[in-house]
């Protein structure tokens, strides 16, 4: 493929991702075959970004994940500056975090293993049904996820000309104060950094110097970039950083307990669907993980990195949440960039030596049940749906559990056999573009169901708020900020020990409170908090104003406009 045909091929990919995050971008999120969005976060998380657009004042109250996400806050603000407030307006910014996303993979693939990876890469980012669907979700996960694609890229530049590796560490300092889940990059990176400083350490001496380089290039970025954001940042808003970093992030969410993260390890591939929705990309993608651990200390420093993007991320699930899906996002790219190195390769995978001594093989031997299970929990996962999200996960764990031993089994037994076949061994190319080809259309199949059904539920019950509410009213309920995109409404945060929660019961300058009365009256989240019961049991001559359908992966909900004093004032009118 010549240069020009490559970019055109990339202009064309570019286009058709550009369609599929931009049609259509205010309708709901998808319900069936959901990818795990709840709808309701965007309004919370882009709070900030409204204050500062509607009122020229970043803090209105006591909920504000700028202090999470700054780098996605100050995008939002942007968006919400340049084309006004509202909801495909706050989608925009994730939607072209995907197509930079795409950009970054291609170049990285293009300097790392030719022209034929790039386009394959960019063509499964492009149509992976997961990733644009969170493309199209005001949420800051697409926007991490495009800042660790972007550090990844610059490292991989970085190989030729080692100044690029400052901007690896910026772009890793920027993808976690968007959100702090990416803490594990900056692990994986600093991990990666003293690999290559040792492997580089050992080389000749114009190879060393370059090694060093690099090396220094990556560390300046990490550093500088963070001492950078905490004196701009962290530092002068300190107790508030700590706090929404820390206390609600961290140590009011998960247990640590032995039996919590033996659970955690087992849920990876079982409680979520997302590995299983692309079982192509998370097959190749795993193979060439075990490719680059068998040659690890060989292996470029980009593909090294690879594979510690996935390992250390397995981990901070186990450690951190491996229940909630948007916690996997941030692999798609990942295994993409994998898949798309094995099945475009041009070079044997493999390497071309056969039989390899124990400490070579070490890597892979200690990394391989992790992925093999991973990899079986993600075939088992589709045929026993029904069971699983009624919470019954044993027989599921289990059966992964044998596939993956029956694997590590074989590969004990017949190991260095099945290494000695694949040395020198590549994907044929018909085999790449049949592979490729199902794989793009079982996502373009999956967007087409979404789109022969979706609704625009959600976007039309905040209009409709807007005819009821005047610019200004104040409500409470974090409903309240999942519909506030397209009115002028001042929502009222209250989440479980944070926000608005101190004194909720004390707001008798609130009129209104914005709640679910489907599933039941008052139900906000599956955690049985009641808060919002709580508030509705201490003003107990509450009366329903309005509702509205609203449409999330639950199933039917509805959303009702509450009158906490209807006889404090005059009757309000009904939609």
Not at 53 to 59: G, K, N, T
Not at 418 to 440: D, F, I
Not at 477 to 501: Q, V
Request: proline share 4%; aromatic share 10%.
């Amino acid at each position: 493929m010549n240069l020009r045909s490559f970019l055109v091929v990339l202009l064309v990919i570019l286009a058709a991702s550009a369609v599929l995050r931009g049609v259509w971008l205010t309708a709901d999120p998808p319900v069936r075959r959901a990818v795990g969005i709840v709808w309701h976060d965007e309004g919370a998380w882009v709070h900030n970004a409204r204050n500062a657009a509607l009122w020229d004042v970043w803090r209105t109250d006591e909920w504000n994940p700028v202090f999470v996400a700054p780098v996605f806050t100050a995008l939002e603000y942007a968006a919400f500056e340049l084309l006004g407030v509202g909801t495909w307006q706050a989608r925009i910014v994730p939607a072209l975090s995907g197509l930079a996303a795409i950009i970054a993979i291609a170049i990285a693939l293009q300097a790392l293993a030719g022209r034929r990876a790039a386009v394959v890469g960019a063509v499964l980012l492009g149509v992976n049904y997961p990733f644009v669907m969170w493309n199209r979700a005001a949420l800051m996960e697409s926007t991490m996820t495009a800042c660790l694609v972007l550090a990844w890229m610059a490292w991989t530049l970085a190989e030729r000309r080692p100044a690029w590796g400052v901007l690896a560490g910026l772009a890793a300092v920027a993808a976690f104060f968007t959100k702090a889940a990416a803490a594990f990059f900056i692990a994986a990176f600093g991990l990666e950094l003293a690999v290559a400083a040792w492997i580089g350490w050992q080389s000749a001496t114009l190879g060393r110097r370059h090694a060093m380089l690099r090396v220094g290039a990556g560390a300046a970025g990490l550093i500088g970039g963070a001492l950078l954001v905490a004196a701009a940042f962290v530092l002068p808003w300190w107790d508030e950083y700590r706090f929404y970093n820390w206390q609600m992030s961290v140590t009011r969410k998960p247990s640590y307990t032995l039996g919590a993260l033996v659970d955690r390890a087992t849920w990876l591939p079982i409680v979520q669907g997302l590995f299983s929705s692309m079982l192509v990309e998370l097959t190749a993608g795993i193979v060439a993980c075990v490719a680059i651990l068998v040659r690890w200390r060989t292996a470029p420093s980009a593909e090294r990195l690879l594979v510690l993007w996935i390992l250390v991320g397995l981990v901070e699930l186990v450690v951190h949440d491996s229940g909630n899906e948007r916690r996997y996002v941030m692999f798609i790219p990942a295994l993409i960039a994998l898949a798309s190195l094995l099945l475009a390769a041009r070079t044997p995978p493999f390497g071309v030596v056969g039989a390899r001594k124990g400490l070579q093989l070490l890597p892979a031997a200690l990394a391989l049940p992790l992925l093999a299970y991973v990899l079986a929990g993600s075939f088992v996962r589709p045929w026993l749906t029904t069971s699983i999200e009624a919470g019954q996960l044993s027989t599921a764990v289990r059966l992964s559990a044998a596939l993956a031993a029956t694997v590590i089994l074989l590969l004990v037994w017949r190991g260095r056999a099945a290494l000695r076949w694949l040395a020198g061994r590549t994907v044929a190319p018909a085999a790449m573009k049949l592979l490729v080809t199902v794989a793009a259309l079982w996502h373009v199949w999956q967007f087409g169901t979404w789109a022969a059904t979706r609704t625009f539920y959600n976007h039309q019950a905040s209009i409709a708020l807007g005819r009821l509410l005047e610019p200004g009213t104040l409500v409470q309920g974090k409903l309240a900020n999942g519909m506030s995109l397209e009115n002028g409404i001042r929502p009222l945060f209250i989440g479980n020990g944070f926000g608005n929660y101190d004194d909720r019961l004390d707001r008798d300058d609130v009129r209104y409170i914005l709640t679910y009365d489907l599933p039941r009256i008052g139900y906000e989240s599956s955690d049985g908090s009641g808060l919002i019961q709580g508030i509705l049991d201490h003003y107990p001559g509450w009366r329903v104003v309005a509702t509205f359908p609203v449409e999330e992966a639950r199933g039917e909900e509805r959303a009702v406009l509450i009158d906490k004093f209807p006889e404090s004032f005059p009757a309000h009118a009904r939609d």
